[in-house]
């Protein structure tokens, strides 16, 4: 062992980033952004989930407690009548809804019970949970009432009691694994044909520019949709994540990832010289997506603005289009659906049309 | 000479690189069937030529015409072969498939067996290039460039790191694809391949100094070796 020696490698390496302004801006500046975006995500200030409140009840009881959990600052809560909340229920504008049934009251006094009915949109497991809270806590101004039981029924709209984590989480990343394999792959195989010269060759033969994208595109969704399948087919049958939809709709939709990821892929190997520097793109492009995407966080309790960036990033449809499918059971006829599509299509056009546009200024 | 005798005209080119100029108003003018050498040092423009002659670089000013055609012009590019400076191949591919798909992309399907024979690979056509020596990299680089039977062939140093024999191999090979009515432009800074060729063109700065046969060049610098013809005739245009 010569410390000599060692310190030679050492001190090489921090010459070499000295040099590399990129790495040295990503080293010390990813880490702020990230930290960042996640404080900003949790403690921003965003939107409480929004509830209503279908107060049925001909007591004095059912008033006070809607008043209660319209006063929490937990949910944004406001009354409705039961046709009402069950329509907005469905176009996922509320998150969930409590019913005081007409007897609220009576219940309450004679059998010493509490027994409104929750019902839930039941798609995001956080919104859900912060609802259960919210409702179980306005409970506690009936306390003065003694040995009362809280007994809430609820039910779920999608999913419900026997959802578990990975079934809502499954949805999501089936299409997220997809995407980032995918996006890496290509940006690193793109670079790499820079890198041998051989993309010198390419431009020096009669190919035209959108012929050697399409021919990549076409090669790499191909293993991306093998890929897809063997991650749909392990999801579904080995982990069994619950799916209400077609299996045909959620290859569709991570078909279009794929094209997406392949085309994201190429179009940002043109920003980079070396593949090390292609692999730099991989936390700037995936982590604001997997944070701001409504993967973990539910895009409708963001802070405002960023609620503005989730609705511009691609992954957000995907997640919500493979949601939609896999949780909802949604079919084509949903317009929710047809968004989510259209927009995952449209970004697919963008990277495509950018990457043959910048292909040959790159390569001279 | 009429302008149908010629595969490239140059003239005038003028290409900058920020403040260098790579290429300071280069003229040259390679005939039909003739081996043309472009001689100069590391850093005369010789690439930044040959790479405006397939279109990967746009002049700044002056005209360049391949075959009589002037670019850029994709469909000229099939009838033109072009091997860069280092053997650009796909070390995960075989040497046959490598042939193939340049074949493929210059929109031929035959002709592999004919470019490995030619370059002696067909017994290594199976070979990964990434197990193949230097020498045989530059060898399958070649049959990558010539395997669509181009009319033109722009060869960048394609001796660089080659030893003696390989050398004398791929010049015979120069000279016989010559003799077959083809064209080809190789440059080098290596004076005795310089020797082989029909005509040459001396390079340097970005600006064509002199050309004309071993024979003429020697004869107007007055001197015997062509390293020393180069040398005062270099510092003749200096001067």
């Known amino acids: ?257 794929a094209i997406f990821a392949v085309n994201l892929g190429i179009f940002l190997s043109m920003f980079a010289s070396t593949e090390f520097q292609a692999v730099q793109f991989i936390p700037l492009v995936v982590v604001p997506q997997v944070l701001l995407s409504g993967i973990i966080f539910p895009v409708s309790t963001e802070p405002g603005p960023l609620r503005v960036v989730s609705n511009v990033l691609p992954l957000t449809y995907a997640v919500d289009g493979m949601r939609n499918i896999m949780i909802k059971g949604a079919d084509l006829s949903w317009s929710s659906l047809q968004l989510d599509l259209a927009v995952v299509l449209g970004f697919c056009v963008l990277v495509i049309a950018g990457g043959t546009a910048t292909l040959r200024r790159r390569v001279a | 000479m009429s302008a149908a005798d010629l595969a490239i005209d140059v003239a005038g080119v003028v290409k900058r690189f920020g403040s260098l100029a790579a290429l300071d108003g280069a003229s040259l003018q390679v005939r039909r069937g003739e081996v043309y050498g472009l001689l100069g040092p590391n850093g005369s423009g010789k690439t930044t030529l040959i790479r405006m002659l397939v279109g990967l670089l746009d002049p700044d000013a002056g005209t360049v015409q391949v075959l009589g055609r002037r670019l850029p012009d994709l469909d000229l590019l099939a009838r033109v072969g072009y091997m860069t400076q280092q053997a650009a191949l796909y070390p995960d591919l075989s040497v046959e498939e490598n042939v193939r798909f340049f074949a493929a992309i210059h929109g031929h399907q035959d002709g592999v067996r004919e470019a490995l024979e030619l370059v002696d690979l067909w017994d290594r056509r199976r070979s990964e290039v990434a197990t193949l020596s230097g020498g045989m990299r530059t060898r399958c680089s070649l049959a990558c460039s010539l395997v669509h039977e181009p009319d033109l062939l722009l060869l960048d140093e394609p001796t660089v790191g080659v030893d003696p024999q390989l050398r004398r191999q791929l010049w015979d090979r120069f000279r016989q694809m010559a003799a077959g009515g083809r064209t080809i432009l190789v440059s080098s800074h290596v004076m005795d391949e310089a020797e082989r060729c029909d005509r040459l063109g001396l390079i340097r700065s970005g600006r064509l100094l002199a050309e004309g046969t071993v024979a003429e060049l020697k004869a107007r610098a007055g001197v015997e070796r062509l390293e020393d013809a180069f040398l005062k005739l270099s510092e003749a245009a200096a001067g």
């Open chain 1, 1 to 257: 062992m010569s410390t000599r020696r060692i310190g030679a490698i050492t001190r090489r390496l921090l010459q070499q980033f000295r040099r590399d302004h990129r790495t040295l801006a990503l080293l010390f500046g990813a880490p702020l952004v990230i930290l960042a975006l996640l404080g900003y995500v949790l403690r921003g200030g965003g939107d409480v989930p929004r509830m209503g409140v279908v107060d049925l009840d001909g007591g004095p009881l059912g008033s006070v407690l809607a008043q209660e959990i319209e006063r929490s600052s937990a949910v944004s809560a406001s009354g409705m009548s039961q046709a009402e909340a069950e329509a907005r229920l469905r176009s996922g504008e509320i998150a969930g809804y409590m019913l005081l049934p007409a007897d609220f009251s009576n219940q309450v006094q004679q059998s010493r019970v509490v027994a409104p009915e929750v019902r839930l949109e039941g798609s995001q497991p956080n919104l859900s949970a912060a609802i259960l809270q919210a409702t179980s806590q306005s409970f506690t101004v009936l306390a003065g009432q003694a040995g009362v039981h809280f007994t809430p029924r609820v039910s779920y709209r999608y999913g419900g009691p026997g959802f578990d984590t990975l079934d809502y989480f499954g949805a999501a990343f089936i299409g997220l694994v997809v995407f980032f394999l995918v996006f890496v792959i290509t940006a690193v195989a793109f670079l790499r044909e820079r890198g041998q010269g051989t993309l010198e060759r390419l431009m020096a033969s009669p190919l035209r520019r959108p012929e050697i994208v399409l021919g990549y595109m076409v090669g790499f969704t191909v293993l991306a949709l093998i890929q897809a399948a063997e991650v749909l087919a392990f999801s579904l049958l080995v982990l069994h994540v619950h799916n209400g939809g077609n299996v045909l709709l959620i290859f569709l939709l991570e078909a279009l990832m």
